[in-house]
């Protein structure tokens, strides 16, 4: 049977039933007010499917309010498609393909994909790795700027004019990536200062962007990637290489060439977000298509985007 044959894909009653188990665990609470205790389920035959009225605030409220569906008149279960479509694919689905799939026009495919991304958006801040744990980080250069200023001599853009993104892999564990204005040395440190536990080992290239990485780390390895050092030391899970960060990168990159094809600067990190989510929960890690679908559910309260924050970035 397919996947997309669940009650709750089908079926907006069952939608509504799905989303609450997940919203509301132990039972309806108010968004407006946080009160569980006076709530009843309105049941009139005009009433609108899902509604409930908190006596003690006196405001009628659904499972939507608050989360990233609030306003949206698409139905609940074709929301739940699209996440999971998004979820399930690995290098993303574009909005045109949204739009047929789903039977719904291209600006509201490409508005639920931007709220989408900002459900799997993670404010886990916690530092990775840990003692005897290894990150490894790397850099890359995606795309020209919006606007490029500087050329090479024969005049192609040089990395001044890209995009920068450095990314962050814990060693057969969770990815966290960043859009930066340049990656420079200050700029690369604060990130490992803030997101890198002390007692990690630090795996990088021999890039001097990492000059002053020990200082924030317990060790830290490279490999010379400008003589064709790739991997070093014997092998087993404590192999220097930067090979997971590359891979991460070779994933987002054959994405976003592939199936996005353009991306504005100013959505860049939305973009990122949804990458790191899916390498994050990724099969290797035990996650399947459906586990990773009920991930992103919890992500959705407290991200409402309307469409003018969404244009503007």
């Known amino acids: 049977m397919s996947k997309l044959n669940a009650p709750h894909l089908l079926n907006e009653e069952a939608a509504y039933a799905w989303l609450e188990a997940r919203v509301w665990p132990e039972g309806p609470v108010c968004p407006h007010c946080k009160g569980s205790e006076r709530i009843s389920k309105m049941r009139g035959k005009t009433t609108r499917l899902g509604l409930y009225k908190c ?15 609030e306003s949206s008149h698409v139905k609940l279960h074709i929301w739940l498609q699209a996440i999971y479509l998004l979820c399930s694919s690995k290098k993303g689905i574009s909005s045109n393909q949204l739009h047929r799939t789903l039977d719904v026009t291209l600006k509201t495919a490409w508005f639920m994909s931007h709220r989408i991304r900002e459900a799997m958006r993670d404010g886990d801040l916690a530092p990775m790795g840990g003692a005897g744990g290894i990150v490894e980080a790397d850099e890359t250069y995606y795309g020209p700027k919006d606007t490029v200023t500087t050329r090479t001599k024969k005049g192609k853009p040089g990395h001044a004019s890209k995009r ?3 990314a962050l892999v814990e060693r057969g564990g969770s990815v966290r990536s960043f859009h930066v204005e340049r990656a420079t040395k200050a700029e690369v440190t604060g990130i490992l200062k803030e997101n890198v536990a002390r007692e990690s080992r630090l795996y990088t290239d021999e890039s001097k962007l990492y000059g002053d990485a020990l200082e924030h780390v317990a060790a830290h390895e490279t490999v010379m990637h400008s003589v064709g050092e790739y991997v070093r030391g014997p092998k087993g899970p404590d192999r220097i290489h930067t090979n997971s960060a590359e891979g991460y990168f070779s994933i987002f990159k054959r994405g976003m060439k592939g199936i996005y094809q353009h991306c504005s ?11 790191d989510f899916r390498y994050s929960n990724r099969v290797a890690l035990g996650v399947n298509d459906e586990a990773r679908a009920n991930r992103a559910m919890r992500g959705i309260v407290g991200k409402r985007l309307t469409y003018r924050t969404a244009r503007g970035g």
């Not at 600067?265 to 990458?275: F, G, V």
């Open 265 to 275: 600067e100013k959505h860049l990190h939305r973009y990122l977000a949804e990458y």
């Open 55 to 69: 006596y003690a605030c006196r405001k009628p409220f659904t499972v939507k309010v608050g989360t990233v569906f």
């Open 164 to 166: 920068s993104v450095v």
